[in-house]
């Protein structure tokens, strides 16, 4: 049976996931979106809502990705 998670999880150098304290596995997130558009640039990177968030979830994640990550990449099942 699948458990819930209730922590959260952050790989380590050797490739294991192992349990973490919100704060660095926020900057391990982060530092990841960072790296991959500094790779790849920010056309790379892309979002996608959905229609059951609210408006104002819908709104902050196409600012994060505009105004933070550069992309204009931005898509939602809203218009289907």
């Not at 391990?28 to 979002?47: D, K, N, P, T, Y």
């Not at 994060?64 to 289907?80: M, P």
């Amino acid at each position: 049976m699948l458990q819930r998670l209730t922590e959260p999880l952050v790989r380590d150098a050797g490739g294991e996931l192992r349990p973490a304290p919100w704060p660095e596995a926020l900057a391990a997130a982060a530092g990841g979106l960072q790296r991959s558009v500094e790779r790849h640039g920010a056309r790379s990177f892309g979002a996608f809502s959905c229609s059951k968030a609210t408006n104002e979830l819908n709104y902050t994640l196409q600012k994060f990705a505009r105004t933070v990550l550069g992309s204009n990449n931005i898509d939602s099942c809203n218009r289907t």
